[in-house]
């Protein structure tokens, strides 16, 4: 069994190997793509999926003194 930075982790897709903070910076450095890298596409939701906030507005707390005196 092993544990720690070195190991493996299992996702859905499988199994992938995880990357020492080390390993990481070295890939940055020299230019190179990290190994494991998953692509991630831009979702741009629709405005009409927004929901409207339900609670009120917090006041300030110079706002709160005012409505306490």
């Known amino acids: 069994m092993s544990s720690g930075s070195g190991g ?11 990357l020492s903070y080390e390993e ?5 450095s ?15 939701l629709d405005a009409t999926l927004a929901s409207k906030s339900a609670l009120p507005r917090r006041p300030k707390p ?3 003194k005012q409505v306490q005196e």
Do not use: D, L
Request: glycine share 6%; charged share 15%; proline share 6%.
């Open 62 to 64: 110079w706002e709160h």
């Open 8 to 18: 493996s982790s299992s996702t859905s897709s499988g199994t992938t190997e995880v």
């Open 30 to 44: 020299s230019g190179s793509k990290p190994r494991n890298i998953v692509a991630v596409p831009n979702v741009v």
């Open 24 to 28: 990481i910076a070295e890939c940055i």
